[in-house]
Nanobody, 114 residues
Framework: VQLQASGGGLVQPGGSLRLSCAASGSIFSINVMGWYRQAPGKQRELVAA???????NYADSVKGRFTISRDNAKNTVYLQMTSLKPEDTAVYYC?????????WGQGTQVTVSS
C-alpha cells in the first residue's frame, strides 16, 4: 500500500490550499484517514482525521479553518485549508489505517509567508 500526497506549496497569510492523498495497492477497505503535520523543531501532531462514516476530528488550532473529506471510491483523502496562518507552516503527512496497520505518505511542504 502506498500513499501519495500532493497540493502543498507557498501561500500568503489568509490564503487557501487543498491537499490530496491517494492510497493505492492491495486495499480492501480503509478505516481512518488523517492528516498530520510537523513543523521544524516540533513533534508531529494530528491536524484532522475522518472515519469511514464521515465522522471527523480536528485539532483545536485548525477548527473552523480546515475541512477534511474523503472519497472512498478513490481511496483519497483531502484537506481544504483556508485562512492560513504562518504557524500552519509545516510538512503535512497523510496516513491511513488499513486493518491493523497504519501507512504514511511522503509528506508535502506547506509554507505560509508573505
Amino acid at each position: 500500500v502506498q500513499l501519495q500526497a500532493s497540493g502543498g506549496g507557498l501561500v500568503q497569510p489568509g490564503g487557501s490550499l487543498r491537499l490530496s492523498c491517494a492510497a493505492s495497492g492491495s486495499i480492501f477497505s480503509i478505516n481512518v484517514m488523517g492528516w498530520y503535520r510537523q513543523a521544524p523543531g516540533k513533534q508531529r501532531e494530528l491536524v484532522a482525521a475522518i472515519g469511514t462514516s464521515g465522522s471527523t476530528n480536528y485539532a483545536d488550532s485548525v477548527k473552523g479553518r480546515f475541512t477534511i473529506s474523503r472519497d472512498n471510491a478513490k481511496n483519497t483523502v483531502y484537506l481544504q485549508m483556508t485562512s492560513l496562518k504562518p504557524e500552519d507552516t509545516a510538512v503535512y503527512y497523510c496516513n491511513a489505517k488499513i486493518g491493523v496497520r497504519i501507512y504514511w505518505g511522503q509528506g508535502t511542504q506547506v509554507t505560509v509567508s508573505s
